[in-house]
Structure formats: structure tokens, C-alpha cells
């Protein structure tokens, strides 16, 4: 029997504290230009000293999953939070390349910023053996490479997002205009008892309100 086409999978990961239309409308756009089966969300672990201390790291994913719950292709994927501490990317990759068919296709999105660091991530040299890259870009931002990058992008980027063939080893970029819209934003608001009415699904709007999260300390 034939086997299946390979699946085209995208791994978007964040704070996603809480998560925003920002978020949103972003994950959308890369399942329409990329033609993916399926864009993971995948929530951080923080170390446990940063952050929003009263908004747990299950709570923070249970929004996650509100906000995607019946958006295919858009699913949550919780690796990272069932660890205690932050993972390293290349064993997220690790773990995920082991529940797929080897010759599915994976696409780590990553910020321009992110990407221009990675030289300092943990085995970053083996990243691309597990994925490609695609690296979101803001239209009015400055787009030259660190000199660490140059060799890498010379060998592995591909102009055409469209034309990325094979489970991994390519790098492209996107270019998004995002809406103007931070979780900063949103946990200032509501700390000051303001409303986050539209910056936020309504679903997460309604979880924020029940269980009382953002608020300024009493
Ligand atoms: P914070 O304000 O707490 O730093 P954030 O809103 O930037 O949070 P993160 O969870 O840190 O959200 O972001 C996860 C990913 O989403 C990052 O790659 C980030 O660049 C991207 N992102 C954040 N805000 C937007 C937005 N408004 N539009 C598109 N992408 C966004």
C-alpha cells in the first residue's frame, strides 16, 4: 500500500502569557502561505523567578487551548511545559522527530531576533537536521545577518518559501506585518483593571476573568 504524503508541520512557540490575537492571526497566515497540516503552539516553561507569578504555567497552556479548540489546523502542543525548566530546542526537536514519520516536514518559526542568536543555542549546528527554519520578518526591520549566519544562509536559504523540499535542513523567511498587540500590553491593561476585549479570544478573555489572572497584588 502506498503510504501517505509526508505532513507538513509548523512549531510555534512563545510565552504565550497570556496568548493574543497577535499570536493568532500570525499562525493563521503561516497555515495559509505554507500550506501546513498542522502549526503547533507550543507554550514555554519560564524559569520559575520570572514572569507573571500568579499565572501558572497550566494555566497559561489552558489558554492556549481555548484559544486554538476547533481552529484546525491549529493545535497546542505541551512538551515544554511538562518539563519543570526551559528546554533546549534541539531536544524539543529530539522528542518531536520521534513521534513522526521520518519524512514529514517540520518548520520552526522563529523571530528575526531569535534567529540572529542563534549561534548561542545548544548544539545549534544539528538544529537543522531535525527542521527547517523559517524566520518571521517585520517589513521595517534591519535584515542583516550576524556574521556567524552568513556561511549558514548561503548554504541552506531558499528565496521561494514554497520551494522548501524534504523533512528539514532549509531556511526561508516570511514577511509579516504584525498586528500591534503584546501579552505586555494585555497583563498592563488588565493589572490596571482595563479591558482586553478583542486582544484576546473571547474564550481567554472569559478564562482571564474567571479565574481573576493579571490583576494588580491586593
Ligand atoms: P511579551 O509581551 O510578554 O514579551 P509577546 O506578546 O511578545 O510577549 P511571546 O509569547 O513572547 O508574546 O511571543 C511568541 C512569538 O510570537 C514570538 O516569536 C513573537 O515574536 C511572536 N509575536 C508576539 N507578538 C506578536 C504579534 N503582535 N504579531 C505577530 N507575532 C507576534
Redesign the pocket.
Known sequence: MKKARPRRIGL??????P?????L??AVEMVEQFAFDELRLMP?ARPPHRGTPQVSAAQRLAMVELAVAGVAPLVVDDRELKRDKPSYTIDTLESLRGELDERDQLFL???W??FCGLPTWHRWEELLEHCHVVV?QRPDADSEPPEDLRDLLAARSVADPKAMTGPAGQITFVW?T??????????QLLSQGRSARFLVPDAVLNYIEAHALYQAPH
Not at 12 to 17: N, V
Not at 19 to 23: A, E, L, R
Not at 178 to 187: K, N
Open positions: 510555534f512557540g512563545g510565552t504565550f502569557d496568548v493574543h490575537i497577535g499570536h492571526r500570525s514555554n518559526l522563529v523571530g531576533d531569535a518571521l509579516q504584525p498586528l500591534a498587540v503584546s501579552a505586555t500590553q494585555i497583563r
